[in-house]
């Protein structure tokens, strides 16, 4: 045996010669095929390992006859959400032989969905990966099953086909954010909320709503706006709160980007958070403990989401539909206070 040669011109039939057998044992090894026996196949991973062999992911998928991309379809507006979707994605790629692609959309754009079903077409992904509010597209869902494409999606409403689904209880942490405000006293209460085609945002603003109604408090609508899940969006909306008649003690946000937009808005306003203005997100990304103060926000775990996403993904196309879930996986939320809240100044009084 030798391993002389570049490691990257090495190739199964070498695998094979230098092993002993024939190029479909290598191979069966390479996939992982229980029809090995124990000897020959740590053989061949032993070979494997000192040439440094890497199985050509093409010729992969020309035996499989699909290929191992794994796409990652998102019109999210918020940056720092995708990030963290995609690293923990990638978290559970690590060590298999599925790759990740990134597919922006425009749901605004007519013909979005033939340029799907066109990408879906050209590439033959191993499956598709949707968030909100891609995953809530019900019609693009029906025109790919069509096409026997595999997909898993994250909504926080139930959809159809649950075994491929993760739900996420966005309605529950608003509630959260809610109560909390409303304990600490706030009865003048703002919500910036996310754009209306997202169903998060209806989730969030009902369960925002459910949660002051349990202390008999209600959301006014002049106090409610409509922001864009963008950082800029959420100063513009903050600065109409701010100076709007009935100035609001605290804001709960659709997400953290906006709520990062409110502290702009305060400060511009002269106004101090939390001694003038309490402020509560949603998500909890890295960015709300690194402001000052730091930021009280539901914690929305989204790269453990993007991890557990993309392994139902490859599970589930391996898991017979008797064995597969009848109601999706929940991703349960909580609220982690911190420096951004407190009672309101009447009350501390």
């Known amino acids: 045996m030798t391993t002389q040669r570049d490691k990257g011109t090495i ?53 499989f006859r699909r290929s191992f991309l794994i796409a990652l379809v998102y019109d999210n507006p918020s940056p720092q959400y995708i990030a963290n979707i995609q690293r923990g994605v990638l978290k559970a790629l690590e060590g298999t032989r599925f790759q990740l692609v990134l597919r922006p959309c425009d749901r605004a754009e007519l013909n979005y969905h033939d340029k799907i079903l066109s990408f879906v077409q050209q590439h033959n992904p ?11 597209d019900i019609e693009l869902s029906r025109k790919l099953k069509e096409r026997n494409c595999h997909f898993v999606r994250i909504a926080s409403v139930d959809l159809t086909d649950p075994a491929h689904q993760i739900k996420t209880a966005d309605a529950e942490g608003a509630k959260l954010a809610a109560r909390h405000l409303a304990q600490l006293g706030h009865t003048k209460v703002a919500h910036i909320h996310g754009p209306e085609l997202f169903q998060s945002t209806h989730e969030r603003r009902d369960g925002f709503k459910a949660g002051l109604a349990e202390f008999g408090l209600s959301l006014a609508p002049e106090l409610t706006i409509e922001g864009a899940y963008t950082f800029d969006s959420g100063v513009k909306c903050a600065t109409t709160l701010l100076h709007g008649k009935e100035r609001p003690t605290a804001i709960f946000t659709g997400n953290d980007e906006m709520a990062v937009g409110v502290y702009v808005a305060a400060r ?21 403990s690194r402001i000052w103060p730091p930021m009280t926000s539901v914690r ?27 109601v999706p996986q929940i991703v349960e939320l909580d609220l982690i206070i911190r420096e951004s809240t407190t009672a309101p100044v009447s009350e501390i009084r």
């Open 300 to 326: 929305f775990p989204i790269r453990d989401l993007g991890f557990d996403v993309a392994t139902l993904l490859i599970d589930s196309d391996k898991m017979p539909p008797a064995q597969q879930r009848t």
């Open 126 to 136: 191993f499956g598709l990966i949707f968030v909100p509010s891609m995953s809530e």
């Open 11 to 63: 190739t199964i039939n070498d695998i094979a010669r230098m092993s002993g057998v024939s190029k479909k044992t290598v191979s069966r090894v390479i996939n992982k095929s229980p029809s090995v026996g124990a000897n020959t196949r740590k053989q061949i991973e032993k070979i494997i390992e000192e040439t440094g062999f890497i199985p050509n992911p093409q010729a992969q998928a020309l035996a």
């Open 268 to 288: 511009k306003a002269g106004l101090r958070i939390p001694q003038d203005l309490s402020v509560v997100g949603f998500d909890d990304t890295p960015i709300v």
